[in-house]
């Protein structure tokens, strides 16, 4: 295992957790981005901790420019050389020290862009490094509180680093933060609960489409599906996504997707994202849309 570890609180818990339970079994990374000049001494201090109980550590240092979308970016490319560093030291898997509070602020986020059960799932415990489909990403502590790690970390008499853009209300997550700290009626836990039932239904669904998708008709020039007229919409429009991953082309926006369903369901023509649908005759029929002349 390779834990990403960044000096703060969780990230530090994370770590003497599981230097407690599999002392031997895993590396260290910490992820300089570069955007903070307390960032290097934070990366040493993580480093010094790995030091003292023999554990393997590396510092990848970034060198990215502040500005718009800075901790979109930022979290592409620590990602990216997360994956890198693991790949070239052959670990299984990247853990990461997401917890309760931060799959509650992910849920409220996604709640107020309107998402669907998928985005609601918020975070799961087992799922694919983003850039990197041939790593496993695990996060074990999701049904930890902020604050039980951070009193893993006191009683360690570590101190922790402490990042200001965390409290920097200019970024959503930070005021999705405030909101639900500023009252005891909001239950963290109770959140990250709902978020593992979702992401369970959201398993129920994909193992529905695995069986639907043994009717799809495939050839060398098209799919072709007799859609069952009383199919759940959730259903429907997970199939019309395995047709456009299937043929190669990206995966459109959900209010896109949804007016596909609604042409296909009515017996047109469509086309989306490269693939044309044609319902005309009854079966669903999809090939590849010609290319424009140009």
């Known amino acids: ?118 985005g609601l799932a918020a975070m799961r415990t087992v799922a694919q490094v983003p850039g990197a489909p041939d790593l496993m990403l695990i996060r074990p502590l999701l049904s930890w509180r902020r604050v039980e790690l951070q009193a893993v970390v006191s009683a360690a008499r570590i101190v922790a680093a402490d990042d200001p853009s965390n409290r920097d209300i200019a970024y959503e997550r930070v005021r999705i933060r405030e909101a639900l700290t500023s009252s005891n009626r909001f239950d963290a836990k109770g959140f990250a609960t709902s978020a593992q039932h979702l992401a369970e239904a959201d398993q129920a669904l994909d193992w529905m489409v695995a069986r639907l998708w043994s009717d799809v008709n495939q050839s060398v020039e098209a799919l072709i599906w007799r859609a069952p007229a009383d199919l759940p919409d959730a259903l429907s429009l997970r199939v019309l996504e395995r047709v456009l991953e299937t043929l190669g082309t ?39 849309a010609p290319k424009p002349r140009h």
């Open 1 to 118: 295992m390779g834990l990403a570890v960044s000096g703060g609180p969780d990230s530090l818990a994370l770590l003497l957790l599981f230097h407690e339970v599999a002392p031997r079994n895993f590396s260290v990374a910490t992820v300089d981005h570069g955007l903070r000049t307390e960032s290097a001494s934070e990366a040493a201090m993580v480093a010094s901790v790995c030091a003292s109980r023999e554990i393997p550590h590396r510092t990848l240092t970034l060198s990215l420019e502040k500005g718009s979308g800075v901790q979109e970016r930022a979290r592409t490319a620590r990602y990216a050389e997360l994956a890198q560093w693991a790949r070239a030291e052959g670990l299984a898997a990247i853990v990461t020290a997401h917890h309760a509070d931060d799959q509650a602020e992910t849920m409220v986020m996604r709640l107020n862009r309107g998402a669907g059960l998928r």
């Open 250 to 288: 990206a995966t459109p926006r959900g209010p896109d997707l949804v007016r596909w369903l609604t042409t296909l369901r009515s017996g047109g023509v469509a086309t989306l994202a490269g693939v044309k649908g044609d319902a005309r005759k009854g079966t669903w029929r999809f090939t590849l």
